[in-house]
């Protein structure tokens, strides 16, 4: 069994998990400590006693371990990616990429370190100076989902540590082998005992006791709606602070103006790869009528052409789906399209078994037509390769069903109009808008997150991620 680091130590869980590869169910990736309330009582105690002394750390003490810790990761990339794919089931290269993705944000953050900032201003007193300076909030609950093992983890993990604060990790339970891997990574870096925990565990337990511990000063949370809608009650009522990164139904609006093969990329990738698997997934499409029938059918040849394998295999397009319960929900939802008058026009069939004949849960991506703004299709979120399509009149009821939506985390457009581009950047209620490029897909030094009901609280990722990892200090001194 691997198991959870606490206070320095590895801690063997009362219970285990078993990590099951989604791309050869006979597959067992490995055994996972699950701790209980008591273990993670004991890691949110070594961060509080490890808080005061690594609050005060040097910034060139952070810069090292969590640019050792970047350099590690990136150094480690195609074995990393071999476990994330394996666990997961995304494919290898993109894996790969996560995995260089989060050996990047290390280094980011790395730097950050280095740059707190602060200001040094006249008080509109005379002889009266201010400073503002940014100080650690002291120890974090970091909760994460499964769809990005190893990225999330970092884009919590990095800016935490590097602006001083003590880490209690909570990885989802069916990815710990990334989690394990990079808590041992960070097991080595040089970090002082206490100063970064992993609690491998159930939500219902270890998750809800970093919500209501007083000690844990502020939660991290990425996952589902319903669960965010948990997490912020519970800070609420102990006045704890906390950020939320949740679900999205992002649009994509192909205009008739748009180059058809460009598209075509864009939706196929951001509709479908990953297993669609991402929160960032465009699930809608909103096509023009003078390009509606020429888009699908040229979305349906490309669809033809994909591969859907096992993860790790060359030449995989689509990996299978996580897990039972989430093929599950893929397949109900297809079927509550059709119920309500949408076409499955390609895709949406079960495959028991990979080329190789291994047991798995593949599904081939489907794609439905026909489909209206006010189908459950069309404003839930479904996890999975299930992409509608709404035809509109012009590009003005293109950008309001794009709107219409109780999510805003990404967006976007496929069109050659600078005009309608300009103002579909101002005008999409969405916390990142592309264009000319998949929804899905982002840098790392810059924010990430949305608005309305996928998001709440600052931004993730870049020089934003300073409003939820630190609390600003204004001092006044009368000279
Ligand atoms: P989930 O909400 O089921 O679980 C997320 C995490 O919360 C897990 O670690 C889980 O163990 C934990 N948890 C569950 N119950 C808890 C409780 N009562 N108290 C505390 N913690 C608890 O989500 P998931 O199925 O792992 O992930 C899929 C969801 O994540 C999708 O909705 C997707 O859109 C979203 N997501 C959002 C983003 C984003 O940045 N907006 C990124 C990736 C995934």
């Known amino acids: ?37 008591a273990q993670a009582d004991l890691a949110i105690a070594a961060a509080t006693a490890a ?20 350099t590690e990761i990136l150094a480690r990339r195609a074995e990393l990616g071999d476990l994330l794919a394996r666990e997961e089931g995304k494919t290898l290269p993109e894996a790969i990429g996560e995995v260089v993705r989060a050996g990047n944000i290390f280094k ?32 974090v609950g970091l909760i994460t989902p499964w769809n990005f093992p190893i990225a999330i983890p970092a884009w919590k993990i990095a800016p935490a540590l590097a602006w001083g604060n003590c880490v209690v990790f909570k990885p989802a339970d069916l990815v710990p082998g990334s989690a394990w891997a990079l808590a041992e990574i960070l097991s080595r870096s040089g970090l002082p005992a206490g100063v970064f925990n992993l609690v491998m565990g159930r939500g219902s337990v270890v998750g ?5 511990d007083p000690r844990v000063a502020a939660i991290s949370f990425t996952g589902s709606v319903g669960t965010g809608q948990k997490v912020a009650a519970a800070c609420v009522s102990r006045m704890a602070k906390f950020q939320l990164e949740m679900g999205g139904k992002n649009p994509m609006v192909v205009l008739d ?59 995989t397009d689509i990996g299978p789906v996580v897990d039972a319960s989430q093929l599950g929900q893929d397949t109900d939802y297809i079927g509550i399209a059709k119920a309500e008058g949408g076409q499955l026009l390609q895709g949406g069939e079960r495959l028991e078994r990979n080329a190789d004949g291994a047991p798995g849960f593949y599904l081939t991506p489907a794609l439905i037509t026909g489909t209206t703004a006010e189908m459950r299709i069309n404003r839930e979120e479904v996890f999975g390769p299930v992409v509608s399509v709404i035809r509109a009149r012009d590009y003005e009821e293109a950008l309001h069903l794009a709107n219409d939506t109780p999510f805003g985390l ?63 200090k204004t001092a006044y001194t009368q000279a």
Request: proline share 5%; charged share 20%.
């Open 257 to 315: 103006d748009a180059d058809l093969n460009v598209a075509v990329n864009a939706a196929v990738n951001s509709g479908f790869f990953s297993t669609g698997q991402r929160c960032t997934a465009s699930s809608r499409l909103i096509v023009t009528e003078g390009i509606h029938d020429r888009f699908i059918a040229a979305m349906v040849e490309k669809m033809k052409a994909l591969k859907i394998d096992d993860a790790r295999k060359a030449g």
């Open 208 to 212: 809800e006791k970093l919500l209501n």
């Open 108 to 139: 980011f953050f790395a730097g950050e370190a280095l740059r707190p900032g602060g200001e040094s201003l006249p008080s509109v007193r005379p002889g009266v100076g201010v400073e503002v300076t940014r100080e650690a909030i002291g120890v």
């Open 1 to 37: 069994m691997k198991p959870n680091y606490i206070a320095g130590a590895w801690t063997e869980g009362p219970h285990a998990s078993r990590n099951i590869n989604p791309s050869d169910t006979r597959d067992l990736v490995g055994e996972y400590a699950q701790a209980d309330a």
């Open 51 to 70: 808080f005061p002394a690594w609050s005060l750390s040097t910034p060139q003490q952070r810069f090292d371990i969590l640019d050792a810790v970047g």
């Open 410 to 472: 990404s967006a976007g457009i496929a069109t050659t109009s600078l005009k309608h581009a300009t103002h579909f950047k101002r005008h999409s209620q969405a916390g990142m808008v592309m264009v000319n490029l998949p929804t899905a897909g982002v840098d790392y030094h810059v924010p990430f997150g949305g608005r309305k009901g996928s998001s709440y609280g600052p931004r993730e990722q870049g020089r934003h991620a300073a409003e939820f990892y630190t609390t600003v």
